[in-house]
């Protein structure tokens, strides 16, 4: 975190420039937004009269139907803005498109692009308040924000927590994220790997890295298995999948090692049987579905804290 944190920050590009105070007001407003959304009728005016333009360069089922779901439970009018099919086919910048959208008076963007940097690229075009969704292999921090939330409601605080995050945590973003994130909410994470895909800049104050992955569900109270990212991945970073399975799969024989009561994560999607085996991903330990329902509320709260609760 920055030493000057922002008391009201107009972007959330990741966690820089957000004090704990403010990050953890997102998650208590999240609880608000649950409400909203077990009421009959799940819509709050809050943001009528807004634009929200979600502007995403890779796929993604989660992150953005959950942002647009979240924007028009809001009341906000929402574009989705498809690159596909876009002037950028063309060769039009990022830039004269982002400019050419805000001429139609957005208000918000939502971001997710392969390259690291876009969604502050997008910030500085635009102007106007933008939530990075994703950004090649840098950040996702409302996906860190869902996570950490999933976990608070099971336990009721983050202090003091475990988290192992097992995978592919070299091209994970959700992993960066979620480390940053949980150890400045006051719980402690271990990132776990084979050696290849075990990034060693990642360890620091809260964070520690092994490749033994029943040392790093030891004592856990959440563990999140990753997907491995193949469409990032060079040759040479994995052996085989067998030898990943036996080492590396979040399965019910490796989770002896955790907490009696704890949980199982996935940000998703689910290869099942490679990084999760099936009868985890859906037995009882298993929050994914939660985190699912959970992103809708927290991706409400942070809508509502930049477009109109900044005070």
């Given at each position: 975190?920055?030493?000057?944190?922002?008391?009201?920050?107009?972007?959330?590009?990741?966690?820089?420039?957000?004090?704990?105070?403010?990050?953890?007001?997102?998650?208590?407003?999240?609880?608000?937004?649950?409400?909203?959304?077990?009421?009959?009728?799940?819509?709050?005016?809050?943001?009528?009269?807004?634009?929200?333009?979600?502007?995403?360069?890779?796929?993604?089922?989660?992150?953005?139907?959950?942002?647009?779901l979240?924007?028009?439970?809001?009341?906000?009018d929402?574009?989705?803005?498809?690159?596909?099919?876009?002037?950028?086919?063309?060769?039009?910048?990022?830039?004269?498109?982002?400019?050419?959208?805000?001429?139609?008076?957005?208000?918000?963007?939502?971001?997710?692009?392969?390259?690291?940097?876009?969604?502050?690229?997008?910030?500085?075009?635009?102007?106007?308040?933008?939530?990075?969704?994703?950004?090649?292999?840098?950040?996702?921090?409302?996906?860190?924000?869902?996570?950490?939330?999933?976990?608070?409601?099971?336990?009721?605080?983050?202090?003091?927590?475990?988290?192992?995050?097992?995978?592919?945590?070299?091209?994970?973003?959700?992993?960066?994220?979620?480390?940053?994130?949980?150890?400045?909410?006051?719980?402690?994470?271990?990132?776990?790997?084979?050696?290849?895909?075990?990034?060693?800049?990642?360890?620091?104050?809260?964070?520690?890295?092994t490749?033994?992955a029943?040392?790093?569900?030891?004592?856990?109270?959440?563990?999140?298995?990753?997907?491995?990212?193949?469409?990032?991945?060079?040759?040479?970073?994995?052996?085989?999948?067998?030898?990943?399975?036996?080492?590396?799969?979040v399965?019910?024989?490796?989770?002896?090692?955790?907490?009696?009561?704890?949980i199982?994560?996935?940000p998703?999607?689910?290869?099942?049987?490679?990084?999760?085996?099936?009868?985890?991903?859906?037995?009882?330990?298993?929050?994914?579905?939660?985190?699912?329902e959970?992103?809708?509320?927290?991706?409400?709260?942070?809508?509502?804290?930049?477009?109109?609760?900044?005070?």
């Amino acid at each position: 975190m920055s030493a000057y944190a922002d008391p009201h920050p107009k972007h959330l590009l990741d966690f820089h420039d957000w004090s704990t105070e403010r990050l953890n007001a997102i998650l208590d407003n999240a609880d608000t937004m649950s409400k909203v959304l077990d009421r009959p009728v799940k819509k709050v005016p809050a943001l009528q009269g807004l634009t929200v333009c979600t502007v995403f360069f890779e796929n993604s089922t989660r992150t953005r139907i959950s942002f647009e779901l979240a924007a028009r439970r809001m009341s906000a009018d929402v574009v989705s803005f498809a690159a596909s099919s876009s002037s950028l086919s063309k060769g039009e910048s990022l830039r004269d498109t982002i400019e050419t959208l805000t001429a139609y008076k957005i208000d918000a963007y939502v971001v997710r692009h392969s390259a690291s940097g876009a969604a502050h690229a997008v910030a500085r075009f635009s102007g106007k308040p933008t939530i990075n969704a994703g950004d090649g292999l840098r950040a996702h921090p409302t996906q860190a924000l869902l996570d950490a939330y999933t976990i608070r409601r099971e336990y009721g605080e983050l202090k003091g927590r475990r988290v192992a995050i097992i995978g592919d945590i070299r091209h994970s973003r959700v992993a960066r994220s979620n480390a940053e994130l949980l150890t400045r909410l006051g719980a402690s994470v271990v990132l776990c790997g084979p050696a290849t895909l075990l990034p060693r800049d990642l360890a620091g104050e809260g964070v520690t890295l092994t490749t033994d992955a029943k040392a790093a569900v030891k004592g856990a109270d959440a563990v999140m298995a990753l997907r491995l990212q193949t469409e990032r991945m060079d040759a040479g970073y994995l052996g085989s999948l067998p030898e990943y399975i036996a080492g590396y799969q979040v399965n019910e024989a490796l989770l002896e090692d955790a907490a009696p009561n704890a949980i199982v994560l996935h940000p998703g999607p689910m290869n099942r049987d490679l990084e999760i085996s099936a009868d985890t991903a859906d037995g009882p330990r298993s929050r994914v579905l939660k985190q699912v329902e959970h992103g809708q509320a927290v991706r409400m709260s942070v809508l509502y804290h930049l477009l109109v609760g900044r005070g």
